[in-house]
T-cell receptor, first 115, second 109 residues
């Protein structure tokens, strides 16, 4: 079956512009996560959606970052007024179960470059 | 807060030798410990996982050991091959999953 997909695969934008990154999780997965990975670094947790509960936004680095998940499926991560330090790979993952206690399946990521 | 420490950050081994990556965790309620492999330009992929009711799990050349008393777990790769070169992440999960900082493994031919 299809895995987690993300689009676009690469995005180049100018400082100050807004960007939207899309994640299509595996069908039926109730949990969805966004992570940021700077070059050569680990996974920085951003936000976590769990079923119909309020999302865990504790990892969002600033109010320029927001995310939504419509209909319990597709998610969009929005970065407003992008800065050069936002350049990174943004990874999405989904999980079949709640509370993050099951395997996460990662997408290929979106590579964002802010000029 | 919860924390997972991973060592070493980089590891270079001769092809055919074994590689060991170690992680410690702080939340004693953690009960699920997956390991992920990330190849260049790709997202992390699960390679093996272990739950807190077992002490060791093996899958061909890969094994993971868990010591709940000491709150540490390790990944062992035997007979390493060039395709094992990648970044490896450990993780521990209680109410949410926490990842280690990653180990860049290089296999020397």
């Amino acid at each position: 079956g299809a895995g987690v997909s993300q689009s676009p695969s690469n995005k180049v934008t100018e400082k100050g512009k807004d960007v939207e990154l899309r994640c299509d999780p595996i069908s039926g997965h109730t949990a969805l996560y966004w992570y940021r990975q700077s070059l050569g670094q680990g996974l920085e947790f951003l936000i976590y959606f769990q079923g119909n509960s309020a999302p865990d936004k504790s990892g969002l680095p600033s109010d320029r970052f927001s995310a939504e998940r419509t209909g319990g499926s597709v998610s969009t991560l929005t970065i407003q007024r992008t800065q050069q330090e936002d350049s990174a790979v943004y990874l999405c993952a989904s999980s079949p179960n709640l509370a993050g206690r099951e395997t996460q399946y990662f997408g290929p990521g979106t590579r964002l470059l802010v000029l | 807060g919860e924390n997972v420490e991973q060592h070493p950050s980089t590891l270079s081994v001769q092809e055919g030798d074994s590689a060991v990556i170690k992680c410690t965790y702080s939340d004693s309620a953690s009960n699920y410990f997956p390991w992920y492999k990330q190849e260049l330009g790709k997202g992390p992929q699960l390679i093996i996982d272990i739950r807190s009711n077992v002490g060791e799990k093996k899958d061909q050349r890969i094994a993971v050991t868990l010591n709940k008393t000491a709150k540490h777990f390790s990944l062992h790769i035997t007979e390493t091959q060039p395709e094992d070169s990648a970044v490896y992440f450990c993780a521990a999960s209680a109410s949410k999953i926490i990842f280690g900082s990653g180990t860049r493994l290089s296999i020397r031919p």
